[in-house]
């Protein structure tokens, strides 16, 4: 559990003017995964997995920032992932070893929040945050990861 006060403000709105630049979209969501993890301590591995537009039912790696994981597709319902999928809604991991349904990257982690993108009602991808530490997300990280997972829905 951090007790530094999380600038979410802040990066919220370093995140806007991102999503307002020249970039393409891979590109800022790049960005958006390096920021995130660069500033948040206890985000460990910062991902996005998207909806191929062929294929309705899988998730596929997308841009991300720490170590390199195997799974690089993800059916919908498989792990916590899969699940945020099938279900349209955010899942918060406080502790993946209490988790039946879940799909490991590293022994390394310890908790994971996932965040789903939504368009017009349809999933386009989601947002996959990993930690090393026990239960590190409050309501807070939740609400600022919907809110910019909110702004990126526009730009897909
Ligand atoms: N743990 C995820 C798999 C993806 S990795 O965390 C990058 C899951 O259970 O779906």
């Known amino acids: 559990m951090t007790m530094n006060k999380i600038p979410f403000e802040r990066l919220y709105k370093e995140i806007v003017d991102l999503l307002d630049?020249?970039?393409?979209?891979?590109?800022?969501?790049?960005?958006?995964?390096?920021?995130?993890?660069?500033?948040?301590?206890?985000?460990?591995?910062?991902?996005?997995y998207l909806v191929d537009g062929s294929k309705k039912d899988e998730l596929v790696l997308g841009p991300f920032s720490g170590?390199?994981?195997?799974?690089?597709?993800?059916?919908?319902?498989?792990?916590?992932?899969?699940?945020?999928?099938?279900?349209?809604?955010?899942f918060v991991v406080p502790d993946v070893q209490k988790e039946t349904n879940y799909l490991s990257c590293s022994?390394?982690?310890?908790?994971e929040i996932v965040v789903p993108i939504l368009k017009d009602g349809e999933i386009m991808g989601e947002l996959d945050i990993d930690s090393h530490e026990i239960s590190p997300f409050s309501h807070e990280d939740q609400e600022f990861l919907e809110r910019i997972c909110g702004l990126i829905e526009k730009i897909l």
């Open 107 to 111: 022994s390394s982690v310890r908790s």
């Open 21 to 48: 630049g020249p970039e393409t979209i891979y590109e800022k969501l790049q960005k958006i995964c390096k920021l995130l993890r660069d500033e948040i301590s206890y985000y460990d591995w910062v991902g996005f």
């Open 67 to 90: 170590a390199p994981t195997d799974h690089k597709k993800i059916s919908f319902g498989s792990g916590i992932c899969g699940q945020a999928a099938a279900l349209k809604r955010t």
